[in-house]
Nanobody, 115 residues
Framework: QVQLVESGGGLVQAGGSLRLSCTAS????????MAWYFQAPGKRRELVAT???????KYADSVRGRFTISRDNAENTVYLQMDSLKPEDTAVYYC?????????WGQGTQVTVSS
């Protein structure tokens, strides 16, 4: 059974930084593309950033230049460094692991940015 566990969320003032972590159990991590999504109250879940097994990254326009996704295959962990945070970044952040066979979601971690 694969589990993804996110951590690192919290309350921060606008302009501040947070680093989210997502650690995967099981043996899928090195062969999985990883991604971060966010979901604000009453809105649909949206893609924030992705990182391939080879380390290639993509970002949503709204976070490009402020957020950085990275992965540590030795630690089975993907990170999301969030800088210059804005109130509109407030949401629950989820990580997702996608393999050739299926995908898995974490339980989410709340990020709240106060103005």
């Amino acid at each position: 059974q694969v589990q993804l566990v996110e951590s690192g969320g919290g309350l921060v003032q606008a302009g501040g930084s947070l680093r989210l972590s997502c650690t995967a159990s099981g043996s899928i991590f090195s062969s999985a593309a990883m991604a971060w999504y966010f979901q604000a109250p009453g809105k649909r879940r949206e893609l924030v950033a992705t990182i391939s097994t080879g380390g290639s990254t993509k970002y949503a326009d709204s976070v490009r230049g402020r957020f950085t996704i990275s992965r540590d295959n030795a630690e089975n962990t993907v990170y999301l460094q969030m800088d210059s945070l804005k109130p509109e970044d407030t949401a629950v952040y989820y990580c997702k692991a996608t393999t050739w066979r299926t995908y898995y979601w974490g339980q989410g971690t709340q990020v709240t940015v106060s103005s």
